[in-house]
């Protein structure tokens, strides 16, 4: 380690206050954004429409990290998992999920995750540390890349919980979205939070159509409590008023997440208290029948009675789909990114 920063943990506006310094005009920044996340370069030296002393000043100020992929795992329905080393040595996944058309990524915003939900792998290691913004990016950039392909869908729904690193993963957000970065379309981005109040408050007032995804996972306080540790503080009562609020400002509907876990959350009484959780609610629930995970003890129900579950949900008026997991035999589903080589 050189003890400089990466250039990559700034967001836009310091990265204008550093051109500022360095006297160089304005549309420096743009140039400077699309040769670090556009075209992905590794060294100041590559970024030839900038001027040579100015490149020179970059050099002696910042360092240029890129990840350094250390392990890949190839799902039989073409699904990719990525274990990126990153700068400090800190390791993190991401995924490449294909499709007809479409390619999505699914990026982490922290190593680890302190959020300890019952039916995650992440969160058994506990948190490691934050994600910079150019951490974020690069992931999702080295997946486009591997693939060859537009990256037409990014999802913040690797590991951690974006909404405690929220400057980072706001502006993540933004340069994916920006044409001089990745140019994937603002509602074609996804944001997934376990439920912090403060985050999604704030997320309502963002001006990008960014779309919102709340993991729920159970409208009764107290099984929610069981399976959520990390947000016992934040109360279904709070969460929906919260929600409401989002929807009212926004104008945008938000996805419940809803990992349905055998004998736990699939019951009538659950289910009847999710669907007086949804009542005037603009949303859509987002079914995830459980994906395994050594030592979490969680099973998924049956198909019939996933299938059953849905039906009742949209036979009450609430639209519903049930995801179709892509990856769980490489453990790259939801719930199963660990940060650990694969054996």
């Known amino acids: 380690m050189t003890g400089l920063r990466d250039i990559k943990a700034l967001d836009r506006a310091r990265m204008a206050a550093v051109v500022g310094e360095m006297g160089q005009p304005p549309y420096r920044v743009r140039q400077l954004v699309r040769w670090l996340y556009a075209r992905g370069v590794t060294a100041f030296s590559q970024m030839t429409d900038l001027p040579s002393d100015f490149r020179d ?13 250390a392990d890949q795992q190839v799902s039989s329905d073409g699904t990719r998992k990525y274990l990126w080393t990153l700068g400090d040595g800190v390791a993190v996944e991401s995924v490449g999920i294909p499709a007809e058309g479409r390619l999505t990524v699914c990026f982490s915003t922290q190593a680890g995750c302190a959020m300890g939900c019952s039916f995650c792998a992440t969160g058994m290691g506990g948190l490691v540390r934050d994600l910079t913004t150019g951490e974020m990016l ?16 990014a999802v913040a729904m690797g590991q951690g919980e974006p909404f405690a690193n929220y400057d980072a993963s706001i502006e993540a957000l933004r340069l994916m979205n920006s044409p001089d970065g990745l140019g994937i379309g603002a509602r074609h981005i996804t944001v997934s939070t376990c439920g912090l109040l403060p985050g999604i408050e704030r997320f309502a007032e963002e001006p990008e159509q960014f779309t919102l995804a709340v993991s729920l996972h159970s ?20 969460l929906r008023e919260t929600l409401l609020h989002y929807v009212e400002s926004s104008g945008r509907r938000v996805t419940l997440e809803y990992a349905l876990v055998d004998g736990v959350n699939d019951s009538d009484a659950e289910l009847e208290a999710l669907i007086t959780f949804t ?28 299938r059953r579950f849905a039906d009742r949900l949209v036979a009450s008026g609430v639209e519903t789909s049930i995801r179709t997991e892509r990856g769980v035999d490489i453990d790259a589903a939801c719930g199963q990114l660990s940060q650990r080589h694969q054996a």
């Open 57 to 69: 000043r970059l050099d002696a100020r910042f360092v240029l990290h890129t990840p350094v992929l």
């Open 138 to 153: 690069d992931q999702v950039r080295l997946v486009g890349t591997d693939f060859g392909q537009r990256i037409t869908n």
């Open 219 to 238: 409208a009764v306080q107290a099984t929610r409590d069981r399976l959520m540790p990390g947000v016992r503080g934040f109360k279904l009562r709070m």
């Open 279 to 306: 009542r005037g609610l603009l949303c859509h629930i987002n079914l995830i029948p459980v994906n395994p995970v050594s030592g979490a003890g969680t099973e998924r129900p049956g198909n019939q009675s996933i």
